[in-house]
């Protein structure tokens, strides 16, 4: 294999350092070629961010995993940073009842080991939060919903809310167990979310394995989990990775492709021209639809129509515990996910709360009813909610509320985004699309990003002559890609997960994986004893002082 001006190796470019392209460069350049990653931004990990505020490491949303996320997991083993999230043994799941406030419901996989689907019904028959004449109700149509076709068009053209009310999920069931269940993996509510993508997170998350929907987090700030340990792993490979650079126009030529570059970012700064034997394009739909060649796709302009859905998070430091479980659950609530940052922020070592102190985020998908409202009301409102629902916060005293939005977090999830989707491979030799959003089957997640790089770095590098092998799975099901040819004297790492897989029994609770010494990357605390070096460009918005939050609050300009 030879690449552009007969070097011994095909270069091959990577736009966008999220996890797609990031998934891309690494497999290309395990596999041996001359990788270039150009990203915007100033530090890689794309919409998983993190971000330095006054020494609390602030991740831009929380983010969250299942066990059936298993090229996910791949990457994470791949880049040795398994053991820097934890993963549940068991799916346990605690819900505030909102209409009963004092009170919880468990959604939680049983100790009897049930064979799927079977494994769902002592979860749903004692989730409390539906009235007992409903609950079987659920399990029927969970089954039926595992049994629909996601890629008919009819299917995907329908509304999962529609489909509820057909199938006699009322009101309580859609709001109290199927949103509970969708909102955050679709970003949108029922109504508004495609039935297909509906029935692939139930089938796939739910029914096809007992322990698929086992919960996972990150225990470190996700820029230190994505963004620099992926930073490291391809400068181990000798992968040229450049930030802070837009490019600006892609050509196809005789020889390969051209990509104009500015330095900056912005695409004010100094221009270049890089040259190429192939492209993986794995940036948001605008701008693929913008950077595509004459030839990619035939409508990119249709790209557009992917449309975007907002996520808010309401961070909320208290000055003492209020929660002990790592997560919770609401439902008759505006709350939908309450997650415990304080380890995962280095919040005991930050200065800013103190001892003692616990830090909250809330995730709020389909954000719309609220991306536009004031840091302020946001913080009034969510604070006093949080004190009607989780009695403990009554009595403490909150240090600081403060909001971070996401107004493009993922595509919106509707009925009919199925035909808008694209796939990995395009109407041009050696030149991919990536993307959470490209047409992998599964929603807008950490998973579909991860996925679609390893569909598009496969079809890139075979027009190059580099052949990757399917992934693997490991005994656990964890899975990434051996190349199938070892490209000689490139000093490839073959990326199968043979090795890794003797780490960790399928269900111990801590996802420990590796010894990360034997994937060549070095031992890393679980927690973060160093912040992560690159500082971010987002940046949460304080909520002032003169808020009518409560009297404790205490807070700084914005930021
Ligand atoms: C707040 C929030 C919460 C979420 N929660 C979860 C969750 O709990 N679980 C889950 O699985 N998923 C979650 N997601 C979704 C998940 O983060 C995304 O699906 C995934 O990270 C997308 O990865 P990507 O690589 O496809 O795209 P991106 O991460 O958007 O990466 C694209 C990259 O391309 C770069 N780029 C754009 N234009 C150019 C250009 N011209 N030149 C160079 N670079 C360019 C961008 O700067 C960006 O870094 C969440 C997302 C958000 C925002």
Not at 153 to 165: I, M, Q, R, Y
Not at 409 to 417: D, N, V, W
Not at 489 to 497: D, M, N, P, S, Y
């Given at each position: 294999m030879t690449g552009v001006g007969g070097n011994a190796r095909p270069r091959v470019a990577v736009v966008g350092g999220g996890l797609a392209g990031l998934t891309a460069a690494l497999v290309a350049a395990d596999a041996g070629a001359d990788v270039v990653l150009l990203e915007t931004r100033p530090r890689l990990g794309g919409a998983t961010a993190s971000f330095d505020r006054k020494g609390l490491w602030v991740d831009t949303g929380q983010h969250v995993f299942m066990r059936c996320c298993t090229a996910y997991r791949g990457f994470l083993r791949r880049l040795g940073v398994e053991h820097q999230t934890t993963l549940q043994p068991r799916l346990d799941v605690e819900v505030l009842l909102g209409d009963r406030p004092g009170q919880r419901a468990r959604l939680r996989r049983t100790k009897t080991r049930l064979p799927a689907p079977l494994h769902l019904a002592p979860a749903l028959l004692g989730y409390k939060a539906l009235p007992v004449g409903q609950r079987a109700a659920a399990a029927l149509a969970a089954f039926q919903l595992g049994r629909l076709d996601q890629r008919s068009?009819?299917?995907?053209?329908?509304?999962?809310?529609?489909?509820?009310?057909r199938h006699h999920q009322g009101a309580v069931a859609t709001e109290a167990l199927w949103e509970l269940l969708t909102i955050a993996t679709l970003n949108a509510p029922a109504a508004e979310a495609s039935l297909g993508l509906a029935a692939k997170v139930v089938r796939t998350g739910l029914l096809e394995r007992a322990d698929a929907a086992d919960i996972g987090w990150a225990d470190v700030p996700l820029q230190q989990l994505h963004g620099e340990a992926a930073a490291k792993a391809l400068a181990d490979l000798g992968a040229d990775v450049r930030t802070s650079v837009k490019v600006r126009e892609i050509t196809r030529t005789d020889a390969g492709y051209e990509l104009a570059i500015t330095s900056g970012g912005t695409g004010r700064g100094a221009s270049a021209v890089v040259t190429v034997d192939a492209v993986v394009l794995a940036v948001p739909p605008p701008a693929a639809a913008a950077l595509l060649p004459a030839g990619a796709h035939p409508d990119p302009a249709s790209l557009e129509g992917l449309g975007a859905s907002p996520i808010v998070n309401v961070h909320m430091i208290f000055d003492r515990r209020v929660m002990d479980q790592p997560f919770l659950a609401a439902t008759s609530s505006p709350v939908q996910w309450i997650f415990d940052r304080t380890v995962a922020s280095g919040l005991a070592g930050a200065g800013v709360a103190p001892p003692g102190s616990q830090y909250l985020a809330l995730s709020q998908s389909a954000a719309a009813p609220w991306v536009d409202r004031p840091a302020g009301e946001l913080g009034a409102e969510f604070v006093a909610e949080v004190r009607r629902i989780l009695p403990a916060a009554r009595a403490a005293e909150l240090v600081e509320v403060?909001?971070?939005?996401?107004?493009?977090?993922?595509?919106?999830?509707?009925?009919?985004?199925l035909a808008l989707r694209a796939a990995a491979k395009t109407g041009l030799p050696g030149f991919a699309l990536?993307?959470?959003?490209?047409?992998?089957?599964?929603?807008?997640?950490?998973?579909?990003?991860?996925?679609?790089?390893?569909?598009?770095?496969?079809?890139?590098?075979?027009?190059?002559?580099?052949?990757?092998?399917?992934?693997?799975?490991?005994?656990?099901?964890?899975?990434?890609?051996?190349?199938?040819?070892?490209?000689?004297?490139?000093?490839?790492?073959?990326?199968?997960?043979?090795?890794?897989?003797?780490?960790?029994?399928?269900?111990?609770?801590?996802?420990?994986?590796?010894?990360?010494?034997?994937?060549?990357?070095?031992?890393?605390?679980?927690?973060?004893?160093?912040?992560?070096?690159?500082?971010?460009?987002?940046?949460?918005?304080?909520?002032?002082?003169?808020?009518?939050?409560?009297?404790?609050?205490?807070?700084?300009?914005?930021?």
């Open positions: 068009p009819k299917v995907d053209g329908a509304s999962f809310g529609d489909w509820l009310a403060f909001v971070t939005r996401e107004r493009t977090a993922t595509f919106r999830q509707a009925p009919g985004s990536a993307g959470a959003w490209t047409d992998t089957g599964w929603p807008a997640t950490m998973e579909g990003a991860v996925r679609s790089g390893l569909a598009a770095a496969r079809e890139t590098l075979a027009s190059v002559g580099v052949h990757v092998g399917e992934p693997q799975p490991a005994p656990d099901d964890v899975t990434w890609p051996r190349p199938a040819i070892a490209p000689a004297g490139t000093g490839a790492v073959a990326g199968g997960l043979s090795a890794p897989a003797q780490g960790r029994p399928a269900d111990s609770g801590k996802a420990s994986g590796v010894p990360a010494a034997s994937l060549g990357a070095p031992a890393q605390p679980a927690v973060p004893a160093a912040p992560p070096a690159a500082r971010a460009e987002p940046a949460a918005e304080t909520v002032p002082a003169a808020s009518p939050i409560s009297p404790n609050t205490t807070g700084s300009s914005p930021a």
